[in-house]
């Protein structure tokens, strides 16, 4: 049945399964806590579920926006329409509670989403302004106006998108 909630075993199986007599309850906390850390997110300050469960509110509405993907009303940013990862993200999720990146993901580095470092023309050829990022997020373009590959698309109002981008000037 374990295999079934993860997704990795098919059903007919796990009913076969749940019908032989149970072993022993000594293996419940195992099994729970590994649930538990495969939906939780200590960088990010995630735990125990989705971001569409976490009802944290940061100091301000662009802290609380990069860390639950939420906004102060409990409005959940992320366009599930477009968005090719269906569960509810934040920033902090993929970019780290600093908004540096660092992490692997899909096989490639996650970027810093530090303003300091999206608007370094060190670092980007087209270094972001807050236009940019707001395309960006409207949009998924990049600086340079390439295609980004994120997965994740936002429906954001402009003070949402405000708010966000000066807490990324704060990282």
């Excluded at 022993?24 to 125990?48: D, R």
């Excluded at 090719?84 to 908004?99: D, P, Q, W």
């Excluded at 236009?131 to 402009?158: H, N, P, Q, Y």
Aim: aromatic letters at 4%; glycine letters at 8%.
């Amino acid at each position: 049945m374990v295999l079934l909630a993860l997704g990795l075993a098919a059903p007919t199986v796990a009913r076969a399964q749940a019908l032989q007599p149970r072993k022993s309850p000594v293996l419940l906390l195992p099994v729970l806590t590994l649930v538990t850390a495969l939906t939780s997110c200590n960088q990010c300050g995630m735990t125990g579920g989705s971001m569409m469960n976490d009802q944290t509110v940061f100091a301000t509405n662009g802290e609380t926006i990069f860390r639950t993907g939420k906004n102060l009303k409990g409005v959940v940013l992320q366009d599930l329409d477009r968005s090719e990862m269906k569960m509810a993200h934040s920033c902090a999720m993929c970019h780290g509670a600093n908004g540096a990146g660092g992490m692997m993901m899909m096989m490639r580095t996650v970027p810093s989403i530090r303003f300091k470092d999206l608007s370094d023309p060190a670092k980007h050829s087209v270094p972001y302004n807050e236009d940019l990022i707001k395309r960006f997020l409207d949009e998924e373009l990049k600086s340079d106006g390439s295609v980004a590959v994120t997965g994740v698309a936002w429906k954001m109002s402009e003070k949402d998108k405000d708010d966000l981008i000066d807490f990324l000037k704060t990282l």
